[in-house]
């Protein structure tokens, strides 16, 4: 079941051209089609679903710097301003809240990884305080574990999914980018060995800049134009309960589960580093790239095997442009929850805080996180075809961040300088053998 979503009207009609195509219409797509025509681009943006309809809506509703890899607190610093710049001109709430994230945790060596990633987020302007537990204790009196200690942010917020993204898509349209739903883009054509065009079930654009944002789908469309973009899909579970007491105002996070408070009184929910692989071609095909991370976050995930397999080897990657492709065919990928996780978790948060004792489950759902080998997101070019940008593989971050990524996207379509160092973000170091980061805190 998909949670629920505010929804926008999308324009009458497809125009002939643009300045800017974006591809994709989650956090990142609308977030750099504002930032576009902020600049004073003609931007178009088209998507198969309907705004905000994937892992834009499903995601926890975190915004946050904390326990950010060293690559990222530069991003995610820019994207708590951002939140609040464009939730302002869109002049309809996100559900943006500056209420700080608290994580607590029982693991000594956690809490030493902690007190480490402090002083270098303290370096870029980030002030988290590590507390002892008995500052645990005077923060979070009713909660029942005993923690050796817990990392806090107060300058991290939260924002609600089901509106978030429809009200920076407002705000995007008062810039003037037109809104395409419904209407997937099949591919790109090419004149002269660069991006002169996007041919969407409803027509063809003509444009020399297209950004791909199409999250768990950036990788199939890549390999249509023999891209090679390494992406793993994970299937994670959330849920929503009933109104409660407010045991946060913010977000808590712990070594099993993590919470958000809701603006309608109850609480995100989601166990935290869990969720389930589908083998897949793809998956086998980059199988040594990602096998790095596995071997770190095994522990939390599950491999199923079933449809998936036989949907992705018999689709393939080569279909017409003048006829249906497979974004038409799923216009919106909508995994089942994991309710065994939803149970443990609503079990866990109630033995942790025992006032919460009669909160139940409302609604859980599925969403679809597309990673990285390093979980590192790509925001770039890709060299190999001038013209065509990257703005995906977030790694379950992009919620938090997107703002900020929107904006760095659009700096590096338009060639200006950027909003923070790029380099992190290259698609070339996907590709090109270099050894990748470790995934982490540092």
Not at 44 to 53: D, I, N, Q, R, T
Not at 195 to 214: F, N, Y
Request: proline share 6%; glycine share 12%; aromatic share 8%.
């Amino acid at each position: 079941m998909s949670p629920p979503l505010d929804r926008i009207d999308s324009d009458a009609s497809l125009p002939s051209q643009a300045d800017v195509v974006v591809i994709g219409g989650g956090v990142i797509g609308i977030s750099a089609a504002y930032q576009l025509a902020r600049k004073g681009h003609a931007v178009a943006l088209v998507e198969k679903g309907h705004v905000g309809c994937e892992q834009s809506s499903r995601n926890w509703g975190w915004c946050r710097q904390q326990g950010r890899a060293r690559a990222e607190i530069p991003l995610a610093r820019e994207a708590l301003r951002l939140w609040e710049e464009m939730q302002a001109e869109a002049g309809r709430d996100a559900g943006f809240r500056r209420t700080g994230i608290l994580f607590l945790t029982r693991n000594s060596e956690e809490l030493a990884a902690w007190e480490k990633w402090a002083v270098i987020a303290r370096e870029q302007q980030v002030h988290s305080t590590v507390l002892t537990p008995a500052e645990v204790r005077e923060r979070q009196p009713g909660l029942a574990d005993d923690w050796v200690g817990g990392l806090y942010t107060p300058s991290d917020g939260r924002a609600e999914p089901s509106m978030a993204v429809p009200a920076l898509a407002h705000a995007a349209r008062k810039r003037g980018v037109t809104l395409h739903q419904g209407c997937a883009a099949r591919g790109l054509e090419t004149a002269g060995g660069r991006v002169s065009g996007v041919v969407t079930e409803k027509g063809t654009i003509r444009t020399s800049s297209v950004l791909l944002a199409g999250g768990a789908w950036s990788s199939l469309f890549c390999r249509r134009h023999g891209i090679d973009l390494p992406i793993g899909l994970v299937n994670a579970t959330a849920c929503r309960t009933t109104p409660g007491p407010e045991i946060t105002e913010g977000a808590l996070g712990t070594d099993f589960y993590c919470i958000r408070r809701r603006l309608d009184g109850g609480f995100t929910l989601a166990l935290r580093g869990r969720g389930t692989v589908e083998l897949t071609p793809d998956l086998i095909r980059y199988a040594r790239t990602f096998l790095p991370t596995y071997r770190q976050r095994r522990k939390g995930l599950k491999i199923a095997f079933g449809r998936a397999f036989f949907d992705q080897l018999m689709r393939g990657a080569n279909w017409s442009l003048d006829r249906p492709s497979p974004f038409e065919a799923e216009r919106v990928r909508d995994p089942a929850p994991d309710m065994a996780l939803v149970e443990e978790g609503l079990a866990a948060l109630i033995a942790s805080s025992p006032e919460l004792k009669d909160i139940r489950i409302a609604e859980a759902w599925g969403g679809t996180i597309d990673s990285t080998p390093d979980t590192i997101p790509i925001i770039s070019a890709v060299d190999t075809l001038p013209g065509f940008f990257l703005a995906t593989g977030f790694s379950g971050h992009g919620f938090g961040i997107g703002p900020a990524a929107g904006r760095l996207a659009a700096d590096i379509v338009t060639g200006d300088p950027p909003l923070i160092d790029p380099a992190a973000y290259t698609y070339q170091r996907l590709v090109d053998g270099r050894p990748l980061a470790p995934v982490g805190l540092f």
